[in-house]
């Protein structure tokens, strides 16, 4: 600008002595030509005095609007930074911080101005980090991009953080190095992938401990897994997968996919399936099926989806996953909500619904029915004197001589402790009486033998045919009472109600 400036005023000054020239030219008087050059020699000066004036208003005017810039864009630079959820901060080549978002001012619990100048490893001075945190700084000033996990243990009560750090070296506005670091929190994730693990272990530990529903364990890491081409040959498979069908990994490679189906029922799906897929179908679908080799019951959950491979061919992509243990145990749990833990006898809630089902019937086919219910005699002096382990044993070969008295129809049940009852659908009184009598002798001839004691058990009861006007608790009532007298006339006895 002043180089013009100069170049502008030369050209001035020429002008001027070029006047001069023409009037000495013109008139031949010396004296008149000196003024006009004397004035074209000052031209210049005031030229340049102008210009300069004028040059330093644009600089001024241009200093202002480059400074409104820089302070825009540090602003904008800084709101940027702010919205990004994870710490960043900008450190010069002395560690200290010179740009600070508003995520990191938060982790490190100061305000952005306390921080602005200070050195990072000063707001948690630990001798070993500020050692760590120099040498790293050193790294990335001279070109190395820092990009390490942590695990610490921070805050007041010391809470468990994992995250990323990355650190590396830009150009500042006025060309010197300066580090950005910035910090991802993976606490949830990593913490997510421990629970994963650990629930991972605990299920390993108890499929061991159930070996009994449980014949074969194939690893949860991996499920079986495999990819079929479009053709439906196996072009990849897993370990469990191979286990799975008792083969080696490389003998499946090329096999059609149902010729390695554990059953012909489970293969007629197979083709008509991975067409689907193929077309961009998605099967999900649940299997029940027996393996034909150990005979094991098994439930999975079949998962086909179509992918491109490296080549850009379709293929089929499959996992099952086994799901047997729920489902034996969802069975276990159905049974056990009808039927008594410790007999296996139905219990009184489906005992009192299949009963109320077979008074039906018999109310229109017109046909009787009776009720036998009973108890041990003394059976808390079995508990007393031997311990609840006797008695429960004692129960439960109570049970097993009442089903060998039993015909396939009748309908047994634990009422409730030691006591029990039976159903027994086309049977009046006189049929029902002997059959009474029949298991009472079952009990009072035999003792019953238990981990070395003979234990003289007898039972008494009351037996009660139904009437047509009345419900099921209304007989069993009229039952319980003659238990009751059963028991009061010397027990080891049947009364008909």
């Not at 053709?231 to 990849?236: D, F, G, I």
């Not at 029949?438 to 037996?463: D, Q, W, Y």
């Not at 009472?481 to 008909?496: C, E, P, S, T, V």
């Amino acid at each position: 600008m002043v180089r013009k400036a100069l170049e502008e005023g030369l050209i001035v000054a020429i002008v001027g002595f070029g006047l001069g020239a023409a009037v000495w030219l013109l008139t031949g008087r010396v004296w008149l030509a000196l003024p006009v050059c004397a004035f074209g020699a000052t031209l210049p000066l005031c030229w340049l005095r102008r210009r300069d004036d004028s040059n330093l208003r644009e600089a001024g005017r241009v200093v202002a609007i480059e400074r409104d810039q820089h302070e825009a864009t540090r602003q904008f630079i800084q709101r940027l930074l702010d919205v990004v959820p994870m710490p960043i901060y900008v450190k010069n080549a002395d560690s200290r911080v010179i740009i600070v978002n508003r995520a990191q001012a938060e982790q490190w619990g100061l305000a952005r101005e306390a921080v602005i100048g200070t050195q990072s490893f000063s707001l948690a001075p630990d001798p070993e980090r500020t050692r760590l945190s120099l040498a790293e700084d050193r790294q990335v000033l001279d070109g190395e991009v820092i990009y390490k996990e942590e695990h610490s243990r921070d805050g007041p009560f010391h809470q468990e953080q994992y995250r990323v750090i990355t650190k590396g070296r830009c150009e500042d506005t006025e060309g010197n190095y300066v580090i950005v670091c910035a910090r991802f929190d993976t606490t949830k994730w990593r913490q997510a992938e421990r629970e994963m693990h650990q629930a991972l272990e605990r299920e390993v530990l108890l499929r061991k401990r159930n070996q009994e529903f449980i014949q074969r364990v194939i690893d949860v890491i991996p499920d079986p897994f495999y990819i079929k081409d479009r053709n439906s040959r196996l072009v990849m498979v897993n370990e469990a997968f191979a286990g799975d069908r008792g083969r080696t990994t490389d003998s499946m490679l090329g096999m059609l996919s149902t010729a390695v189906a554990l059953s012909p029922e489970l293969s007629i799906s197979t083709v008509a399936e991975d067409a689907a897929v193929l077309r961009g179908d998605i099967i999900d679908k649940e299997q029940h099926y027996i393996v034909p080799r150990t005979g094991e019951e098994r439930f999975r959950l079949v998962s086909k989806r179509p992918c491109i491979d490296m080549d850009g061919q379709p293929v089929i992509v499959v996992a099952h996953i086994n799901i047997t243990r729920w489902k034996i145990a969802e069975r276990k749990l159905a049974r056990m909500a009808h039927e008594d833990e410790l007999t296996g006898l139905p219990n009184r809630r489906r005992f009192i619904a299949e009963a109320e089902r077979l008074i039906s019937a018999a109310t229109r086919h017109q046909n009787p029915l009776s009720l036998i219910i009973f108890d041990l005699d003394h059976f808390k002096q079995i508990n007393d004197q031997h311990g609840h382990v006797i008695g429960d044993e004692v129960l439960r070969e109570v049970a097993n001589r009442l089903m060998l008295q039993l015909r396939n129809e009748d309908l047994p049940c634990r009422w409730g402790g030691e006591e029990f009852v039976i159903f027994l659908p086309m049977t009046d009184a006189p049929m029902a009486i002997p059959l009474a009598e029949r298991l009472r002798e079952a009990f009072a001839n035999a003792p019953i033998e238990i981990k070395g004691l003979s234990l003289a058990v007898t039972i008494s009861g009351g037996v009660a045919q139904k009437r047509d006007d009345e419900s099921l608790n209304e007989c069993l009532a009229r039952a319980d009472k003659a238990l009751y007298i059963a028991k009061r006339d010397g027990r080891n006895r049947f009364l008909a109600a």
